[in-house]
T-cell receptor, first 113, second 110 residues
Framework: KAGVTQTPRYLIKTRGQQVTLSCSPISGHRSVSWYQQTPGQGLQFLFEYFSETQRNKGNFPGRFSGRQFSNSRSEMNVSTLELGDSALYLC????????????FGPGTRLLVL | GNSVTQMEGPVTLSEEAFLTINCTYTATGYPSLFWYVQYPGEGLQLLLKATKADDKGSNKGFEATYRKETTSFHLEKGSVQVSDSAVYFCALDSSYKLIFGSGTRLLVRP
């Protein structure tokens, strides 16, 4: 079974631009979560989607948004990019219920110049 | 709120040495606990997990036991290899999200 895939793997943007990252979960997984990883703040939860509904959201500004499609694929969008948004963005998928194991993709490394 | 505390790294060991990475947590209820590993340039890989008190998770020679009394989930391996060099993250499940520790870098020298 294929793992979680994320595209693109690397991205360079400039301040003020917006970016969209994509995540395809493991087949059959209906929950998708997004995390931001930076050297200073570590791994921080962005949001989680299940059946196209956001169930939980972390403490990030409204510039960070996401959505999930009917096939469970998910996208996250960051508008008006800031230098501090440079990070590794990780997507994880899990089956259904709370406390199920989350399986991570390789991440998208975003550099904002 | 819920939180995870890991020992500071880096941890430097010689090959075949014994490894312990400490992890303690604060949580309401009894969350599932996880250890993830991250190799350079990669995402997170699940190493092991435990879902209830006294459960022992194990994988690839690594072990961790869910200790409710001490709110701990320490990672151990009896004999590390150079290929174990990576960053290790302890995490707990909290309302559809994972809360991670800060990570511990392990460097194993030949």
């Amino acid at each position: 079974k294929a793992g979680v895939t994320q595209t693109p793997r690397y991205l360079i943007k400039t301040r003020g631009q917006q970016v969209t990252l994509s995540c395809s979960p493991i087949s059959g997984h209906r929950s998708v979560s997004w995390y931001q990883q930076t050297p200073g703040q570590g791994l921080q939860f962005l949001f989680e989607y299940f059946s196209e509904t956001q169930r939980n959201k972390g403490n990030f500004p409204g510039r960070f948004s996401g959505r999930q499609f009917s096939n469970s694929r998910s996208e996250m969008n960051v508008s008006t990019l800031e230098l501090g948004d440079s990070a590794l963005y990780l997507c994880a998928s899990s089956l259904l219920v709370q406390q199920e194991t989350q399986y991570f993709g390789p991440g998208t490394r975003l550099l904002v110049l | 709120g819920n939180s995870v505390t890991q020992m500071e790294g880096p941890v430097t060991l010689s090959e075949e040495a014994f490894l312990t990475i400490n992890c303690t947590y604060t949580a309401t209820g009894y969350p599932s606990l996880f250890w993830y590993v991250q190799y350079p340039g990669e995402g997170l890989q699940l190493l092991l997990k435990a879902t209830k008190a006294d459960d022992k998770g194990s994988n690839k020679g690594f072990e961790a036991t869910y200790r409710k009394e001490t709110t701990s989930f320490h990672l151990e391996k009896g004999s590390v290899q150079v290929s174990d060099s990576a960053v290790y993250f302890c995490a707990l499940d909290s309302s559809y999200k994972l809360i991670f520790g800060s990570g511990t870098r392990l460097l194993v020298r030949p």
